[in-house]
């Protein structure tokens, strides 16, 4: 099974702070990480792997840097990568993203499975799995914690839903956006890691994949930002500043005057 | 399309480079310079105080759809057979949208037997219903479920379409807009219309809730938005409310690659926390898995249910399906009550939206008091006994 892994460098959101009254982002310290969501992708895959045999590419859009996070990839066993960077994707919404995603899935030759996170930690859209399905015309099942079955033509997977879990038979090729439950990443191999530091990220910019600047990026994108700032603080705030047990019997006198919690039934 | 410098108005004092959340921008000869990491959100655009940088205008050509579109819909999702709470809360804020632009609001319904419902969302506000019944859509399948919906979306042409964020229709939505060719925006928490240019002013956290975004899409319709549920407000049933039933044929040859083999509903404890009016998170605090008997018999006494923070799950004392967080379920409660939690960023994210938030945390720098309606400072195994015995008391 030949199986593409999408994979995006992202800023360690932990950090990203907006000052509430510079409205400036603070940024001390700042990693770039693999998005952790696609950590379970990388682990998915290897699984797989290991279960039907194969091989696993990782392909990511992003800056050079991003380099780094598909030579993380290949210390974890991947097989190879594939950089799509270009001045021309900066600004990207989802929509650009998937048409640079599609063109290059389509330079790897295809897949029989592609994965992808459930979202990437800074916009937390997890709008590209599908919108790259729907783009290359594949069937896809979104937010995947498991699988059942694995053979040459389909996977029978779990679907996690608000309510419960469907068990879903998805012919390939296809696509799927994994979950947390479908495994924690294990620790890259010594071996990988030896292979990692020597290999050379093969990248391609937009016109090797046949796209023009207006098909990607910024230019190329339906959504635009306007406007950026602080969360605001909803509502009042209070310190209840009792000993512990009259602040327990207060707090619940306050929501019941609030009418948060009702009294009857 | 790229981040203008002006060199001569550039006085090289970085502070766009210590705003840029992307590690974009540098400075050489004393004035700043962007590389390829440059996202163009802006941020710098703001903070510069020598009004050095811009945006070059996006010059993208309306495709004229905007011209032609009309119509506030939205997608009542149901699952079997029955409408989420968020079905009438998109009514309720599709309903104010409609007002705004003067159109109509209408709502589409997919599924096999459902016709059924078609009542209730008149009740809710919708004027149209949309209604395709077909054993085809039994079973939710991204791929047929979205090709019925971008046929009814070319065909009667939106100017705005709204879904819940749920996993039906994060799942759904995102292949919907790629097929119809048009932005999405995310779990908005936020959405309102510019009259004057009949925008859809779309507001949702990004960058793990540390920042909030407005996000339009000036050249493609519709303007589609997925809407995290318990957010917008439901609007006034008017019971017994008619309207129009648009049956919708699913064409002979329309069918899905994939198939739901099985449904199975979360038995037992229920973890659907997305719905949830209270949640009761327990955290490391708690110390020790024992614990969460405190936290559910909070749950249960108040009729809600049981989340955890990653701490708590890590530590092996419940199921990760109760987290809540970035990695987690997001929530948005009437009522959220921390014990135990410290409030970690990626914790927030997903529960800051809860509509009232009580927090117990010993430590009273811990970050949950940031957001806390109500915070204690105190030892959660004194304080909750405390909550747990003034109701029983109150209820009598
Ligand atoms: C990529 C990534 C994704 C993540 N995703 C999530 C996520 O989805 N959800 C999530 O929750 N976390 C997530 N985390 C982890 C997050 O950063 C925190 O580590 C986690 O939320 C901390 O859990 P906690 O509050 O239970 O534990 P701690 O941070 O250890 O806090 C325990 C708190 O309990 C208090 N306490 C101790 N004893 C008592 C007592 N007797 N009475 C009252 N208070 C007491 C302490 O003062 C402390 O503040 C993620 C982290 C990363 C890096
Ligand atoms: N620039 C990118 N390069 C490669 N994969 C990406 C990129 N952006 C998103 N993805 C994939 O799509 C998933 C969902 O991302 P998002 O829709 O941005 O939340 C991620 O977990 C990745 O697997």
Redesign the interface.
Known sequence: MKIIVCLKQV?D??H???DPV??????EG?A?IIN??DLFALEAALRLREQVGGAIHVLSMG???AAEAIKEAIGYGVDEGLLL????F??????AT?AALAAGVRRMGGADLIICGKQA???????????L???LGL?????VKGWREVAAGHL?VE?????????????LP?LITVV??VGEPRPPSLKGKMRAKKYEVPMAGAAVLGLT??QV?????????????????S??????EA???????L??????R?Q??R?GS | ??LLIDKDKCTGCG?CL???????LSLVDDKAQV?????????CV??CPEGALSLEE???AADGRAAFSRGVWVFAEQ?DGAL?EVVAELLGQGGRLAADLGVDLSAVLLGQGVAGLAGELFALGAQTVYLADDPRLR?????IY?EVLARLIALHRPEVLLAGA???G??????V???A???????CTGLAIDKERRLL?QTR????????????????RPQMATVRPRVMKKGQRQEGATGRLVTVEVAPDQD???????????VGEQV?L??AEVVVVGGRGLGKPEGFDLVREMANT?GGVVGATRGAVDAGWIG?AHQVG??GRTIGP??YIGLGVSG???HL?GM?SS??I?AVNSDSHAPI???????????LY??????L???KE??G
């Open positions: 800023p959101t932990a990203v702070k907006l510079t409205h400036t982002l603070k940024r700042v770039a952790p969501f800056p050079p840097q960077s270009d001045r021309a900066a600004g990207a919404d989802t929509w998937t930690v800074d916009g937390d859209t997890a709008q590209v799995g599908p919108g399905a729907m783009r069937p896809q099942v979104a937010f029978v679907r996690q839903m608000d309510d419960g879990v469907d068990v879903v038979r998805l012919p296809g947390r439950e600047e207006a990026g910024l230019a190329g994108s339906f959504t635009q930002v306007v406007e950026v700032f602080a969360p605001q603080a509502g009042q705030r209070q310190m209840i000993p512990a047990q009259e602040a327990g019997r707090v619940v006198d306050y929501l019941v609030d948060i919690i009294l | 399309m790229a502070a210590d705003a840029c959340p992307f590690d974009a590389s390829e990491a440059c996202t163009l959100c802006g941020t703001e903070v996006v010059t993208r699952r989420p079973h939710f399948n991204d791929d979205a749920t996993a039906l994060r799942s759904l939505i995102p292949r807009a790629t097929a060719a048009t932005g999405l925006t995310a779990d002013l956290p990004a960058f793990g809730g540390n920042i909030m975004a407005t996000i339009i899409c000036p050249q493609a899905s690659a994939t198939q739901v083999l099985e449904v199975v509903r979360a659907n997305t719905a108040l990760h970035q990695t009437k009522l970690a960023v990626q994210v800051q509509e009232v009580v008091f940031q957001v806390a309606t109500y915070g204690i400072v105190g030892d004194e304080v909750a006994p405390a909550m015995a003034r109701l109150l209820r």
